[in-house]
């Protein structure tokens, strides 16, 4: 009934950028956050970022390991969550994943995840 598509992944040079996005289609009342989710090969899920849908940009949450180097936005209008990601390192390379938590249902969805591969 909901889905969640994110796009933007790829290959890109350790220091490069790369912006995700993940757009929520469906039937639901509202959006109470959305956020970024990665998993490594051999390694267990991860938190990245998350935000709220609140005014005036919500508020954020990032992993210790990405702070000042992604940032997380939203565009409530859209259901539409973005990742700007900066000084990519080889250590971020992953699938990541968009989640939002949804209200009316009060459910908790995932996406498909896109491949972000970052070489040295």
């Known amino acids: 009934q909901v889905q969640l598509v994110e796009s933007g992944g790829g290959l890109v040079q350790a220091g490069g950028s790369l912006r995700l996005s993940c757009a929520a289609s469906?039937?639901?009342?509202?959006?109470?956050?959305m956020g970024w989710y990665r998993q490594a090969p051999g390694k267990q899920r991860e938190l990245v970022a998350t935000?709220?849908?609140?005014?005036?940009?919500?508020?954020?949450n990032y992993a210790d390991s990405v702070k000042g180097r992604f940032t997380i936005s939203r565009d409530n209008a859209k259901n539409t969550v973005y990742l700007q990601m900066n000084s990519l390192k080889p250590e971020d390379t992953a699938v990541y994943y968009c989640?939002?938590?949804?209200?009316?249902?009060?459910?908790?969805?995932w996406g498909q995840g896109t491949q972000v591969t970052v070489s040295s």
């Open positions: 935000i709220t849908s609140g005014t005036n940009g919500g508020s954020t």
């Open positions: 989640n939002a938590d949804l209200i009316l249902p009060s459910l908790v969805y």
């Open positions: 469906g039937m639901f009342f509202s959006i109470n956050a």
